[in-house]
């Protein structure tokens, strides 16, 4: 129904853009991944690719930085087990082209890193997945950005926030709130714990 929308991003949350377009808001859904590759054109508008889901008791829209990105979330969907959340939580947890290679490699372990994929899931995305794969267009050497530079003070912030049960994934989401250079590793832990409590 919606190819892309066009249109200022007035709000970022952890896994969520609210992009305005005439006056409406669209509320969507996307990747750690897409929020730090969206491009802002000249006047300001940035473009999200994306796919509307409807079901019984919501519509949600779901958004991509590119359509290659938005080409993997399709077939990552079609995996018994894996839904839209799921999906958009592994592209999250690695980049596209990081899951194309991992999955035309047969490198299971590399998906379980992502937030929500156990072994038999990782290794079904890997079975069903290869063959479709294959027949996309996509550049696996493509340049990603990284989601966070990492300095001695997050790694160590980093590790501590792990060892609470927060996953990369959550601290990623919430980081770009700080000012990480002016914060020891205590303060980084203390501040994201703030926010991720909100």
Do not use: C, W
């Not at 937030?115 to 290794?123: A, I």
């Amino acid at each position: 129904m919606y190819d892309y929308i066009t249109g200022k991003i007035v709000d970022t949350g952890l896994n969520y853009v609210v992009i305005e377009n005439n006056g409406i808001g669209y509320r969507v859904n996307i990747s750690a991944n897409s929020i730090h590759n969206l491009e802002t054109q000249e006047d300001g508008n940035s473009k999200v690719y994306t796919e509307l889901i409807i079901r019984d008791d919501s519509h949600q829209l779901y958004g991509f930085s590119n359509v290659e990105e938005r080409q993997v979330y399709n077939l990552l969907t079609t995996v018994s087990g894996v839904g839209p959340k799921v999906a958009i939580g592994i592209l999250s947890g690695l980049s596209y082209p990081s899951i194309v290679s991992a999955v035309l490699s047969d490198d299971a372990k590399t998906l379980t890193s992502a937030p929500g994929v156990g072994k038999k899931t990782s290794e079904r995305i890997v079975l069903e997945l290869k063959d479709k794969f294959e027949k996309l267009d996509i550049d696996l050497d493509i340049e990603v950005v990284e989601i966070v530079e990492t300095t001695d003070e997050m790694s160590v912030a980093m590790d501590a926030l792990n060892s609470l049960g927060y996953s990369k994934y959550e601290v990623n989401g919430v980081i770009d709130h700080l000012d990480v250079e002016s914060l020891n590793a205590e303060d980084i832990i203390r501040e994201v714990l703030k926010l991720l409590s909100k």
